[in-house]
């Protein structure tokens, strides 16, 4: 309210603000919001406000302030000077073109004949509300309009139907997000259900309501919501909690001016006293709430407040006092009852002149749209046929053309189809090539490592025997034999030793041409130990030779009861150098801090220095070889792509993708399984499972 309190001030400072549409528009809003929050401020500002819109001729101004000094009126229990204004506001609303200040008004005024207990005057105008709301499609009004018809029924003790609208209310207002009205509907529910003696389910929804209501900081929401709550909490013999909620509204409703409320809660506080036997306590506030009730000309507050005095009169032992209460309940309760039937059967006979007119307004229009309809549906047939006629000469040449485009064009497809295809097999044995020559090349690699420590050692024995033979002729023509013969001896210890290391060096070239000899597929009783060893030490050695700087370490843990395996060594070879690659890859990869040197890393963790383990293990059906590594490991979402063609998480240039499919198609031909595991930051294991019987 203060911020609109300043734009106004703001807008006031023009020289012509009081013809301004602008400052009288806001003007009204604050003129509404005075009226909710505390209406006995509100009159003289709303007099003011309507006699400047008609000086303004701002009608549609004039029309809104009329209605808000109803609403003024109407929070203060002045039902029937609110009407004339409302009616007054609404004789400007119909008289402009544009109608939508209609509905609201409509709506207030069957507010007002409902608080006057006018319950078929009230629904009348509720109704014709709705309708005005939904074709201006203005949904403040209709959930208010909703609201009202559903206090109604709950007055009727309808309260299936009263839920329902309520209900029908929260949806819209959630829907519009406006957090007072959401209240409103938390609240009337739980009225309903209060009713209905659901007071748990009822207490639920006040709580929502209640809670909001603070946060929304909001005086009338806060004593309506507390009200209900007393009200429930009553009902569930919670006097401390009642009679605190009872205050709470009281306190509101009195500064405020809230007419109703005040009474209604006073009875209520009185109520509650004499449940607790407080006679004197309760005495007093059934008359504040009596005194009100006449103030206002309300029936039903009035006939409760004589039925509660005439049980404390009677409780502190003034029969005739009592009965004279008693016989003034009797009095409004026979003419509450009698008004009640009477509204019943107005009410119903409403509804129904409503629901009539409707239908015969919805008959009328259907009638003439089909009129219509039928007329353009005749002219529509005619022209259809036309168009058929002359569409279907045409269509069997169409036809016949686009058939012989469309088999020339599958023609040309089918032709693109097959030298693609032909493309695809030519680029697939090229990049299965380049895998085999790649793995080849690895091996190569490491051969080439290992065979020239053998070879070092020939050529430095070599050289160590020419210097040997020149000492040795030296001590001949000198004459010394002894020393001769030493030399000698030495020089027959390093001939044995350059003949150890080629006799070494054959071995491998050896080993080299039986690993790259042709497969033909054949199986042979294998030693998997052995051959696990040789690829772990040949790709360890490939590596380096590749790469200087690489350096990880590697182990074994064989076991020694191994049987001899039925398979194709030189297959599985592959597989084995291919799996151990990747591993060394692997820990290739693992992050390391600048500066750091091997005796940094501990043995877990990602700071562990890089190492690669080849196991094999015996079951009682098959051979498991693992590789394992302490890399970064494989990510779950890549971990059932890595064996598919093609699929590689190595840079471009690096791997075609094809390693681990060959390999595991080649164990599959084993009759064998690979399988992965893998945790990220710990490292990956790949187990290759062998039957003994393949």
């Known amino acids: 309210m203060q911020e609109l309190q300043k734009e106004l001030e703001l807008l006031a400072k023009k020289s012509n603000h009081i013809e301004d549409t602008i400052y009288l528009n806001k003007a009204n809003e604050l003129g509404f919001l005075l009226a909710e929050t505390n209406p006995d401020s509100a009159f003289q500002f709303l007099e003011k406000q309507v006699a400047l819109c008609r000086k303004a001729g701002f009608k549609k101004g004039e029309s809104e302030a009329l209605k808000i000094y109803g609403n003024a009126l109407q929070n203060k229990g002045d039902f029937a000077s609110s009407l004339k204004y409302y009616q007054d506001a609404l004789l400007i609303a119909e008289s402009l073109e544009d109608k939508k200040l209609v509905p609201g008004i409509l709506n207030n005024i069957g507010l007002v004949h409902y608080n006057l207990g006018n319950y078929a005057e009230a629904l009348s105008k509720f109704y014709e509300a709705i309708k005005g709301a939904e074709t201006s499609g203005n949904l403040y009004v209709k959930a208010a309009a909703l609201n009202n018809i559903a206090s109604i029924y709950f007055e009727q003790e309808k309260l299936d139907e009263a839920k329902s609208k309520y209900q029908e209310m929260l949806k819209i207002y959630q829907k519009l997000g406006n957090q007072g009205r959401v209240i409103l509907a938390y ?6 259900e209060l009713k209905q003696n659901k007071p748990f389910q009822a207490l639920e929804n006040l709580k929502i309501g209640h809670r909001s209501a603070l946060e929304l900081n909001s005086p009338e929401y806060i004593e309506m919501t507390a009200r209900t709550l007393a009200g429930i909490y009553a009902a569930l013999d919670s006097a401390e909690k009642a009679e605190a909620y009872f205050r709470q509204s009281i306190e509101i409703a009195k500064d405020k001016g809230y007419g109703v409320p005040y009474s209604q809660s006073s009875i209520g506080i009185a109520d509650l006293f004499f449940k607790q036997e407080k006679y004197q306590e309760a005495f007093y506030y059934v008359n504040e709430g009596l005194n009100q009730a006449q103030r206002m000309g309300q029936p039903m507050q009035l006939r409760n407040a004589n039925e509660l005095l005439a049980k404390i009169l009677e409780k502190q032992g003034d029969f005739e006092g009592a009965l004279e209460k008693y016989k003034l309940f009797k009095q409004f309760s026979d003419s509450i009852n009698n008004t009640q039937g009477k509204r019943l059967a107005t009410a ?28 353009i549906l005749g002219l529509v047939t005619f022209l259809v046929i036309l168009f058929l006629v002359y569409r279907n000469r045409n269509n069997l040449n169409k036809a016949f053309q686009s058939l012989k485009e469309k088999n020339s064009e599958i023609e040309t497809k089918n032709t693109v189809l097959e030298n693609t295809l032909t493309q695809l097999k030519s680029t697939q044995q090229l990049l299965i090539q380049s895998e085999k020559m790649a793995s080849l090349g690895e091996l190569t690699a490491g051969i080439a490592h290992e065979i020239q420590n053998p070879l070092n050692f020939v050529n430095n024995f070599s050289e160590l025997s020419m210097e040997l033979v020149d000492e040795m002729n030296q001590e001949i023509e000198k004459g010394d034999l002894e020393e001769a013969k030493f030399l000698a001896s030495e020089l027959k210890g390093n001939l044995n030793r350059i003949n150890t290391h080629g006799k070494r060096a054959g071995s491998i070239v050896k080993g080299m041409l039986e690993h790259s000899r042709k497969s033909e597929g054949k199986k042979e009783p294998t030693d998997l130990n052995q051959l696990a060893d040789e690829c772990l030490r040949l790709s360890f050695h490939g590596l380096r030779a590749k790469d200087k700087s690489f350096n990880a370490d590697f182990k074994t843990a064989l076991d020694t009861a191994l049987p001899l395996v039925d398979v194709v060594s030189q297959d599985i070879g592959r597989v084995l150098l291919n799996l151990i690659n990747n591993a060394f890859y692997a820990c290739a990869e693992q992050p390391r801090e600048p500066g750091s040197t091997d005796t940094d890393y501990g043995e877990n963790g990602q700071k562990a220095k890089p190492q690669v383990t080849i196991s094999t293990q015996k079951t009682s059906k098959e051979v498991i070889i693992t590789v394992s590594d302490n890399g970064p490991g494989i990510p779950e979402a890549i971990r059932e792509k890595i064996f598919q063609p093609f699929f590689t998480t190595k840079p471009s240039g690096k791997g075609t993708g094809l390693g681990l499919s060959l390999s595991y198609d080649i164990i599959k031909a084993h009759g064998g399984e690979l399988k992965v595991e893998s945790k990220v930051g710990e490292g990956t294991s790949f187990f290759i499972h062998l039957p003994l019987n393949s």
């Open 348 to 375: 119903l006979e409403s509804e129904y002149e409503f629901s009539k007119r409707t239908l015969e307004f919805e008959k009328a229009t259907i009638r003439q749209q089909w009129l219509f309809y039928l007329s």
């Open 187 to 192: 609240n009337n529910i739980g009225d309903v």
